[in-house]
């Protein structure tokens, strides 16, 4: 869908060929207080899409263009898409990525199911040639997206997770 309506289809086969998935399970253990609860700092995935699914127990905030969060409530049947920050660059920034966190409250544990999909080791994610002209000059460098996520993991795994604002670092790291 996405790619149809930028008229990019004939891509269609190089992306299905060179997605990884990764599918994991994530358990919330319920808030130790009453309050409302950060359990999932404020981030943009760095992957190409999410496909997350929650259970009846809501959490998942997104953050909209006024910069406001807004409670997703979703209906048990339901599947979010997430676009990552990698396809947002691989489109030349024509969709952008959401910036979303995990709050809870109340005694119920949460769990969610997120179906991540990346670009295998050694591909190089490159703006297609249609997305820039003189008026869309191209944003970003082709770039090693595994390359990438491994400076990231490591900055990651040096840094205080909770009180980092984790967004925009793939847009930082290969900007023009
Ligand atoms: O559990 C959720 O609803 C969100 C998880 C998430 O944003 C992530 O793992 O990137
Ligand atoms: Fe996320």
Redesign the pocket.
């Known amino acids: 869908m996405i790619l149809e309506s930028f008229g990019l289809e004939k891509y269609m086969d190089e992306l299905t060929d060179i997605a990884n998935y990764q599918l ?1 399970i ?1 358990k ?1 253990e319920k808030p130790k207080t009453n309050e409302q609860t950060m ?2 700092p404020a ?1 943009c ?1 760095q992957n190409m899409m ?1 496909l ?1 699914y ?1 259970d009846e127990v809501n ?2 905030e997104i953050q909209n263009k006024d910069g406001e969060w807004m409670n ?1 409530k979703l209906s048990p049947s339901s599947f ?1 898409v ?1 676009i990552g920050e990698c396809l947002s660059v691989w489109l030349n920034g024509r969709l952008s990525s959401p910036y ?3 709050m809870m409250k109340g005694n119920e544990d ?1 769990y ?1 199911l ?1 179906l ?1 999909s990346t670009v295998r080791e050694g591909y190089i994610v490159k703006v297609p040639t249609e997305l820039v002209d003189e008026k869309n000059p191209m944003l970003f460098k082709p770039h090693d997206h595994e390359e990438f996520l491994k400076i990231f993991s490591s900055e990651m795994a040096k840094a205080d997770f909770k009180s980092e604002v984790v967004v925009s670092r793939l847009k930082a790291y290969c900007s023009v």
Do not use: E, K, N, P
Request: proline residues 0%.
């Open positions: 994991r994530m919330y359990m999932a981030h995935d999410t997350l929650q959490g998942l997703m979010i997430i979303h966190r995990v949460r969610s997120g991540f």
